[in-house]
């Protein structure tokens, strides 16, 4: 047995932003207590908690401009939220009422906020009396539209907080952290502390010498500006090659910095476009989504501005099907929004499409919680097919066949490529011919596997991502995407839908940020697919059933393996990831995958027991939060988090409790080896079986 070494494990502090920049997307859960904790409401979690998941936890800066809303707008005992427009504020209204167990008072108000001079006291407009009917909307001071902000404010009583906030959550559609920055600085409010949009010299550091500058000057304990938490020392093979803790850094070296100057390190470090550039960086990304541009950018300090200019030259799409343009691209604030919109124009357009009413949706596979969430709680339901195996498209020809004869069709089908957690990847194919058989859209959800990586535009009608994950990666903006095939039967339906009722709610400060981030996704797709696929096959080299595999039975030596089984793509329906699977290009100017295509980054691992999971997540060295797709690793108990209530329905899909989910990411591949080996370790000494 190779010789113990003393390895570090170090995470950043429970509750604390990771990385640790001001907009931040991903949280510091760091042990399984901590997870089970934060689901039980421990104040000991609770009250450590500095940010989270922008849809689970609304960000500070957010908060502090909804409580200044309520002392402006609020009657006793009401709360609030706040939205981007007037529709998706008039939504939020709809889903209330249509919930609550109660008749329900709602109110609107729109507010447009302007820079407040110094002398300049705010306007105070007193509650009027409850009305639901009404929007009241605020007289603006402000000079122009152009230097003001439009923001929406729904009220309603304080006791119904936690059903407005399920709209919230499963729509993504509330206001972006950078939104309440604005508003906060147009009213001349200072973050608090907690929130505050400052930057710190460790994630400059992490920053300037990570992919966009020089080796850094400052000391830190880990990339990303990670902030640490007191390291546990454990047992490590000899070739886990972990990166011992350097010292921490001094508080001098911590000193925030104020927001002009936060703007400007993003701006200067992170070669983000000014942010009056903001239409060209939404125009760039829907190029570089379309997969049109001839020139696109692999790197982040290129300027923006010949991909995003209206005379840019762009090209024939490499994403497999004639004609997609950026005019089938449909930007969003986040990838549930992009599903929640997708579900919406199916809903909308079935009439049109089918000359019936709009019927229940279907969902084949187990999806990620929300988008089976938005699936039941908007329109007539979904039929649910959880296992969304080759052996269940009898079981869609069935269901669509009775529906198809009612007077109520099968409006959509939703699956994701593959599925999240246990990457399964569907019969595109063979769903497709399903559904031109009985006339209903094919809705894919390809957050996972991504486009870079498989082609699944060719089979489905519309095609949704949340570009939040890897296609960012940086875990500092939220986005998402929703792409119409113009060879589809429906195309002009779904497309003249659009036309109708799309809103461009996307934060032009956040589409500056996703472009930037977005520019080298290619490049990172290929390193964390290679990294991802290194670590799977050594996790299932560990695992009880590729023993089983191997030898017949588990008698490998007489050794207790902790690992039981894992999944990804490789070897959970290859068949059917490959049938999708993007091959490199020499041609088309660069504008295809340049680098052999893998398998993704996401895997996930189940455990001989839950002794053995909790041992092997504590003693993980990477990261540990909600999240994926990032550029650093990333892990969580993935059931817990999704669905600690419903942990016995998941089971009876397949999707385990003790379900650990990793997101690789690229660090090097030897420290990433280092990590899960230690991990392993760890597990072995837990139960006895070393």
Known sequence: MPTAVATTVIATELGHSVPHLPHAISVSLPTWRDNVDYEEG??????SMKTGYPRFFIHR?????????????A????????????????????????????????????????????TEKPTLIPPTTPTSSKTIIIPSPCRSSSDSVELHIVLFPADIFPLAKAFWQHTGDGISS?????????LGVQPESEGSPTITLRALAATVGGRYGKANTVKQTLKNGRRPSAPVTIPAVANGIITPAKSTPSENELDSLTTDQTAYLEERYGRSLPLSSYSVAKRALRRRIAGVLIRDSDSPSDPVEPLGAAEAAVGESWRGVKDVSEDDVYLYPTGMSAIWHSHQLALGTAEKRTGKSAGKS?????????????????????????????????????????EYASSTPIIALFCEFPSNPLLRSPNLAELRKIADEYNFLII??????????????????????SITKVFSGETNVMGGSLVLNPQCRHYTTLRDHLKLVYEDTYWPEDA??????????????????????AIADFLRSQSEVYLRSQNGALVAQGKKRVIREVFYPKWVTPENFEACRNRPVACCDGRGPIYPTGWGGLLSITFCDKLAAQTFFDNLGCEKGPSLGTNFTLACPYTLLAHYQELDWAAEWGVDANLVRVSVGMEKKEVLLGWFETAIRAAELALGCV
Not at 76 to 100: D, K, M, N, Q, Y
Not at 527 to 533: P, T
């Open 42 to 47: 421990a104040p000991r979690v609770v009250d």
């Open 178 to 186: 950078r939104m309440a920055e604005k508003c906060l600085e147009f």
């Open 444 to 465: 894919v959800d390809e957050t996972i596997g991504n486009f870079v990586n498989v082609d699944v535009l060719k089979y489905a009608d519309v095609v949704v991502s």
């Open 362 to 402: 279907l969902c084949f596979g187990f999806p990620y919680t929300d988008t089976l969430k938005i699936l039941q709680k908007w329109g007539p339901g979904c039929h649910f097919i959880g296992t969304g195996l080759d052996k269940d498209l009898p079981e869609v020809r069935r269901i669509a066949q009775e």
């Open 75 to 118: 009657l006793p005992g009401e709360r609030c939220l706040l939205f981007p427009s007037a529709t998706v504020a008039s939504e939020c209204r709809a889903f209330i009422r249509r919930h609550s167990p109660t008749p329900v008072t709602v109110r609107l108000v729109q507010y447009m906020i302007c820079p407040q001079s110094s």
């Open 512 to 533: 500056v940020y996703m472009e930037r981030n977005s520019r080298d996704f290619r490049h990172r797709i290929n390193v964390i697919n290679r990294n991802a696929e």
């Open 61 to 73: 800066s957010i908060q502090l401009l909804a409580r200044i809303s309520e002392r402006k707008f």
